[in-house]
C-alpha cells in the first residue's frame, strides 16, 4: 500500500512538473542539466569511438583534453582567455552604460521612442563584421577597435530590449500610482525604474551572451592575443582539437556569467523571485 501510494505520489508529481509555467526542485534542475551534458558527451564519444569519424572533422574527447591541457600548461592560452574576458567586459559595459538610460528614456516616453527607437531598430541588423575595415581607418587597430566591434553588436540590442522591459510594466500600476497622487516624474523612480530593473538585469544577460559571439569578429582586427586569435589561427593550420578547446572554453566562460548574472538577481531583487 505504501509503495503504491509513492508510485502514485511520483506520478502526480512528473505531471506536474509538465503543466505550462510550473516549477520543480533544485536538485531535479541540477539533475537534468547535468544530464543534457553527459548525453551530448556520450554522443560525442559514439560519433568518434564507434562511427569513426574522421579527426579531421571531429577530434575525440581525449585528444581535445590533451590539447587542452597542452595549451594550459604551455600555450599561454591563460593569456587568451585574460584578453577575451577583457575585451568583451569592457564592449559590454559601455554598452549597458549607454544603452540602458536610453532604452528607459524610449520605453517610458513617446518623443524619445519617436526619436531614437527607428534608428536603433535600423542600426542592430547592421553585421558587427562590416565595420571591421572602417574601424581600422578610423581607429587602427589596437584594443579600441575590438571593443568597439563588441559595442557595435551589444548596444542597439541592450536600448531596444531595455525599452521593451518598461513597456511590459502594467499600466494599472502606474494609474494606481497616479491616483495615490505620485507626480508623473515620480512614477518613472517609484514604480517603472522598481519593476522592470529584474528584467533589465535579464536582458543583460542575454545580451552578454550576444557580446561573446562577436569576440571572433573583434579579434581579427590586428589582434595577437585572445581566444578568437587562437581559433583563427587554428583553422588555418587545420588543428580541429584547439578549435575545440576554444570554443569549449567561451562556452564555460558564458555558462558562469550566466550564473553569476542569475545569482545576481536573486540578491538584488528577492522580492521578484516567484
Not at 189 to 199: E, T
Not at 231 to 249: C, D, Y
Amino acid at each position: 500500500m505504501a509503495n503504491d501510494t509513492k508510485k502514485k505520489s511520483a506520478k502526480v508529481r512528473l505531471e506536474d512538473a509538465f503543466t505550462p509555467k510550473a516549477s520543480i526542485s533544485k536538485k531535479a534542475y541540477a539533475l537534468l542539466a547535468v544530464l543534457s551534458f553527459v548525453l551530448i558527451f556520450l554522443y560525442w564519444a559514439y560519433a568518434v569511438y564507434v562511427k569513426h569519424v574522421d579527426s579531421m572533422f571531429l577530434p575525440s574527447p581525449a585528444k581535445t583534453f590533451e590539447s587542452a591541457k597542452n595549451m594550459f600548461l604551455t600555450g599561454g592560452f591563460l593569456t587568451d582567455i585574460r584578453m577575451s574576458v577583457q575585451r568583451v567586459l569592457i564592449g559590454f559595459l559601455i554598452s549597458a552604460v549607454v544603452g540602458i538610460p536610453l532604452g528607459l528614456l524610449i520605453g517610458t516616453y513617446a518623443p524619445f521612442a519617436a526619436f531614437l527607437e527607428p534608428f536603433f531598430s535600423f542600426f542592430r541588423y547592421l553585421p558587427a563584421s562590416a565595420f571591421i575595415q572602417l574601424f581600422i581607418l578610423w581607429i587602427g587597430i589596437g584594443e579600441s577597435s575590438k571593443v568597439a566591434i563588441i559595442i557595435v553588436g551589444s548596444v542597439a540590442q541592450i536600448i531596444l530590449m531595455v525599452a521593451t522591459n518598461v513597456r511590459n510594466v502594467s499600466i494599472s500600476l502606474i494609474e494606481v500610482s497616479y491616483t495615490l497622487g505620485v507626480s508623473r516624474f515620480g512614477v518613472f523612480f517609484k514604480v517603472i525604474l522598481p519593476k522592470c530593473l529584474p528584467d533589465i538585469v535579464d536582458t543583460l544577460r542575454i545580451v552578454l551572451g550576444w557580446a561573446w559571439t562577436y569576440i571572433i569578429v573583434a579579434e581579427m582586427i590586428g589582434a595577437s592575443k585572445g581566444i578568437g586569435f587562437m581559433i583563427t589561427q587554428a583553422g588555418r593550420q587545420f588543428m580541429i582539437s584547439k578549435i575545440f578547446v576554444g570554443i569549449i572554453t567561451i562556452g564555460i566562460i558564458g555558462l558562469a556569467l550566466d550564473m553569476f548574472c542569475m545569482f545576481l538577481r536573486k540578491v538584488l531583487f528577492p522580492w521578484n523571485e516567484e
